[in-house]
């Protein structure tokens, strides 16, 4: 990092910026998707783009109003839009509708090998691989939230008051239990190596349970809602949005519990929006309010590079390729970096 | 990108199933008026609404974990109004209707407690349509009935055409007993411009400025039969900002459930400015807002819309307030 690139960001491009290609869309970036060395991009207006070795894809009109969620199944791209429709899109711009639930609303898409998830309301329809029909777990009130564990064994539907935690028995019946913590939750996720379940929440703070024993606790001290959060590759630190730092909580042995966050300042006090771990290393990209993306390693904080320098438009995704050498990141007002990692001379 | 920091204005409809609601949201949807509006419906309205900008929602009322009983929120309302702010087509204004039989606060409450709800939409009015030949009925049998008019920015007084003078005269007085500020605009089948409802700004505060003449007069009788009544005060002696700030937010935590809505323009000694105040049970805005005007009586008024106001003794809590 050049040591003037801090003073002046605003004059300066990054080295990633000018030796990658820009995107200037106008239209909001709502998520992100890795798809082996591919990215697919979802949109506001509903379209989805795929991104591959430093080319930009046709536009595929997906949906008519928001994607609102991304995921993949295999090779294909799971979208849930606004326009009540769940499709199935090949890299090859093909879309496959899975359902469509009118004037309600696809929050939230998962898959785990051919089994698909979506969620509407409060309604999660579980297609297991080659059923035509969905099964249909109800839940008390509207879904934040939905992930599969590492085996595809359990899904965890986090909602008001809680989660539900179902589980596959080896004749595929799903049962489930609730994890109770009051108030709403959002998104959730599992550790990667499925110890701990994590829950935003709509207050500014997080929720955890150590799933052997069930026992749960909060992280707090957050100055907004916090919107994005990650487990890094071996669960060693959840890394979170939410604050003008980005907080790293430490996610070994018995979790966080008494124990204090790894804070990773920024220039500029803004807020950290967006928050994806580097593969197979202990460090994340950081994307901010003003579009701004750094590069830090988590357990040294003067080792921060400055990767997008600002667009003054809110980081809404960050996805890396399979194969570390390429990153995409896009903003709410439609900038979009795509741009390989590493210098010529460093692969 | 300096649109997309833009806040979309909020209007939230509401009135008893039949008073007209889905003929309104059909008039709004379907008039040519260039405007681009989002609609969210729920679960249990009327049928007949079908539209691209048409959203179901399940009114989902949540508690915050933090014990405040008062920051109810609407759940279902954060989870769209976002969905909707990252459309790439931006909206000229988002309509909420909401159930009959719903209590309007926790949706107002909504734009007061949730941050990005607040950064990126605001609480443009409430607007509520009543039914003018079954509206004393409503209200004497249901107390949301009285909520929504005690709530409203608004009352359309819709069927005017099935109801003769006097009753006319009998509806309005009912509402002006528990709303006297609200507009009450008079329509059959709804038909009211849509600048009329649309687009008001009644939540600002500056706007409270705005609409004085009609609103904060004096002390309104009332019956004490009644369940939602409203009570105003007037000083034209200075208050002690000290003074007022302790009874008034003692009494918001103590009765905030009881008190539904509250305005008010406020003269503080040694202060230069005037203060403008709103609030929806316990929740307040509160702000100076510029000087008094040049010769112009400086004078106190605070109203207040709620349950069992003759028991808080507001009239003795507001004499405290005033200088010595």
């Known amino acids: ?347 | 990108m300096g649109e997309t920091n833009k806040q979309v204005p909020v209007t939230v409809l509401t009135g008893f199933l039949g008073a007209g609601k889905t003929t309104l949201l059909n008039r709004i949807l379907t008039e040519q008026h260039g405007k681009k509006y989002a609609v969210i419906v729920n679960e249990f309205g009327e049928q007949g609404i079908d539209n691209d900008l048409v959203v179901d929602a399940d009114e989902e009322v949540f508690e915050m974990n933090n014990g405040c009983i008062c920051c109810t929120v609407r759940g279902d309302l954060i989870r769209i109004l976002s969905g909707l702010m990252k459309r790439a087509d931006k909206l000229d204004a988002i309509i909420v209707e909401t159930t009959g039989l719903a209590d309007p606060a926790p949706v107002a409450q909504t734009f007061f407690v949730d941050q990005d709800v607040a950064d990126r939409t605001k609480l443009d009015a409430i607007v509520t349509v009543a039914d003018a030949v079954h509206l004393s009925t409503q209200l004497s049998d249901h107390h949301e009935a009285e909520e929504q008019i005690a709530f409203a920015d608004v009352v359309l007084l819709n069927k005017i055409d099935l109801v003769d003078e006097s009753g006319l005269e009998v509806v309005k007085e009912r509402i002006k007993k528990i709303n006297p500020f609200a507009k009450i605009i008079h329509t059959t089948k709804c038909g009211v411009s849509l600048s009329e409802i649309l687009n008001l700004d009644a939540f600002n505060l500056k706007r409270i400025l705005d609409t004085e003449p009609d609103f904060l007069t004096s002390d309104h009788d009332h019956e004490h039969d009644d369940d939602v009544t409203s009570l105003s005060f007037v000083s034209d002696t200075p208050l002690d900002m000290e003074k007022f700030q302790d009874w008034f937010s003692k009494l918001l935590q103590t009765k905030g459930q009881d008190i539904l809505r509250t305005k008010g323009i406020l003269d503080f000694t040694g202060e230069n400015d005037r203060y403008v105040f709103q609030g929806v049970h316990m929740l307040m805005d509160a702000s100076p807002m510029g000087k008094w005007p040049e010769g112009k009586e400086r004078s106190s008024r605070l109203v207040f819309i709620g349950r069992n106001l003759e028991s808080m003794n507001l009239k003795e809590g507001f004499e405290n307030c005033k200088s010595a």
């Open chain 1, 1 to 347: 990092m050049k040591a003037d690139s801090n003073k002046f960001p605003e004059l300066n491009k990054t080295k990633f910026e000018n030796r990658g290609k820009e995107f200037k869309l106008r239209i909001p970036v709502t998520n992100a998707i890795t798809i082996g060395n591919s990215v697919a991009v979802g949109f506001g207006d509903g379209t989805v783009r795929i991104f591959r070795s430093g080319q930009i894809s046709e536009v595929i009109k997906a949906h008519s109003g928001v994607v609102l969620s991304i995921s993949k199944d295999g090779e294909d791209i799971l979208t849930g839009g606004d326009d009540g429709r769940f499709l199935k899109i090949s890299l090859d711009g093909e879309i496959k509708e899975i359902a469509n639930f009118g004037s309600r609303w696809v929050d939230h898409v998962t898959a785990y090998n051919g089994s698909l998830v979506c969620t509407s309301g409060n309604i999660v329809y579980l297609w297991m691989p080659n059923k035509k029909e969905p099964k249909l777990l109800e839940h008390e009130s509207t879904i934040g939230g939905v992930a599969f564990d590492s085996k595809g064994r359990r899904l965890a539907v986090s909602r008001y008051g809680g989660v539900t935690l179902w589980k596959k028995d080896y004749s595929n019946k799903w049962s489930s239990s609730n994890l109770i913590w009051k108030g709403s939750h959002n998104k959730v996720i599992f550790s990667t190596d499925d110890r701990f379940l994590v829950t935003s929440m709509q207050e500014n703070q997080l929720h955890f349970w150590r799933l052997k024993d069930k026992t749960d606790s909060f992280m707090s001290g957050y100055g907004a809602k916090v919107k994005s959060f990650a487990f890094v590759y071996d669960s060693k630190f959840l890394v979170t949005s939410g604050s003008n730092d980005a907080i790293c909580w430490p996610f070994d042995g018995n979790g966080p519990e008494g124990r204090k966050p790894i804070c990773l300042p920024y220039v500029g006090n803004k807020l950290v929006t967006f928050v994806e771990p580097f593969p197979n290393e202990n460090a994340i990209f950081t994307g901010l309010s003003d579009g701004s993306v750094f590069l830090s390693e988590i357990e040294k904080s003067t080792n921060t590079i400055i990767i997008r320098s600002f667009t003054q438009s809110e980081v809404t995704a960050i996805a890396v390729t399979e194969d570390c050498s390429s990153i995409l990141i896009g903003d709410i007002g439609g900038n979009i970096l795509w741009t390989s990692i590493w210098d010529e001379e460093e692969k």
